[in-house]
């Protein structure tokens, strides 16, 4: 089977079975948001992206700046899903020949800034000619506890921060030619698009409340996330329409947005289960910050959607997949 054949669940597989954790240092190996790691007393955090120009951004809808902020926070995003703390950064840049230098510099300058506001260092990394531009980053963060994507229970609340389906329409309004600065309403969701802001905090103080019995960032869509929970953990969940948070303005601007909320996708928040006995725990930092209890985890596999009226229908998965553009 040809790669362009397989669904990023079968390459995970396929690696987790050819490449098995064997040292006891590595306390979680392939297959979520981060490795963890024990080197001496601590646990260390290990993540990876990679941005392909033409295939997860375009040059012409991304300044230069942006797109530095944005390869850093969309691995930091990783680390916050895991309830750590990001220490040290490695880039890995392949630029065309013909690249202006100055593209360049402004690429620096916004992963410099996005590294200071997360109190990171660049430490290292590897630059080279490429077709295309090419971009990857790892993150080594640190954390005393973590977050899995198998600890889903039957029985747990689901909930997710911030706004949904706001990146996904902020992508839509840059197809549609629009730019940031020529609509202060829109440019809410262009820069959510553009600008992603990793929820470290909050991973930060979920882990040191131990609240949640899962976790996972949203990248690929509230769908397919929630769907890698369910399916490490060997369970399904509701998900109740009306719950969903979604912006006013996006609500008045397009009919479907249901669609861009559970499949949009890039929204970088994180989506997290917590335990009936904790709830009383997520009181306290609801008032800190924006969440939403959106659904429960059910015995029952697959994923529901009930609307308003009580009505309850399969919903079928869908989001950005890797390998089947």
């Not at 942006?66 to 950064?89: E, H, Q, T």
């Not at 949640?212 to 060997?234: F, K, N, R, T, W």
């Not at 609500?251 to 904790?278: C, V």
């Amino acid at each position: 089977m040809g790669i362009q054949n397989l669904t990023e669940k079968d390459l995970i597989s396929a690696l987790r079975k050819g490449f098995p954790a064997r040292s006891p240092d590595v306390v979680l190996g392939i297959g979520d948001d981060a490795a963890v790691v024990k080197i001496g007393n601590s646990q260390v955090l290990l993540t990876k992206d990679l941005l392909i120009e033409d295939h997860h951004f375009k040059t012409v809808y991304h300044p230069p700046a942006l797109l530095g902020r944005k390869c850093l926070n969309v691995n930091l995003s990783d680390i916050a899903a895991m309830g750590g703390r990001p220490r040290f950064a490695l880039l890995g840049l392949g630029i065309p020949v013909k690249t202006d230098p100055r593209w360049g510099d402004e690429f620096l300058k916004g992963l410099k800034a996005a590294a200071r506001e997360a109190s990171v260092q660049l430490v290292g990394g590897d630059v080279s000619e490429a077709k295309k531009i090419t971009i990857s980053v790892s993150i080594v963060g640190t954390t005393k506890s973590f977050f899995r994507r198998d600890g889903a229970r039957p029985g747990d609340r689901i909930f997710v921060s911030g706004s949904l389906g706001n990146a996904k329409y902020g992508f839509l309004l840059l197809k549609e030619g629009m730019r940031l600065g020529e609509d202060r309403k829109m440019d809410v969701f262009i820069n959510s698009f553009l600008d992603p802001i990793p929820r470290l905090a909050l991973g930060q103080e979920l882990a040191r409340s131990n609240v949640p019995s899962a976790m996972i960032d949203i990248s690929d869509g509230l769908s397919v996330d929630l769907q890698h929970i369910c399916y490490e953990s060997h369970c399904g969940a509701e998900i109740y329409s009306h719950n969903l948070p979604v912006s006013p303005v996006l609500k008045q601007k397009k009919r479907h947005y249901h669609d861009l909320a559970l499949h949009g996708g890039e929204d970088y928040e994180l989506l997290f289960t917590i335990p009936p006995d904790r709830l009383n725990r997520i009181a306290r930092l609801q008032k800190k910050f924006d969440m939403t209890e959106i659904g429960c985890i059910k015995k029952e596999t697959g994923i529901f959607l009930i609307d308003a009226q009580n009505l309850r229908k399969k919903l079928k998965i869908k989001g950005f997949q890797h390998f089947k553009i």
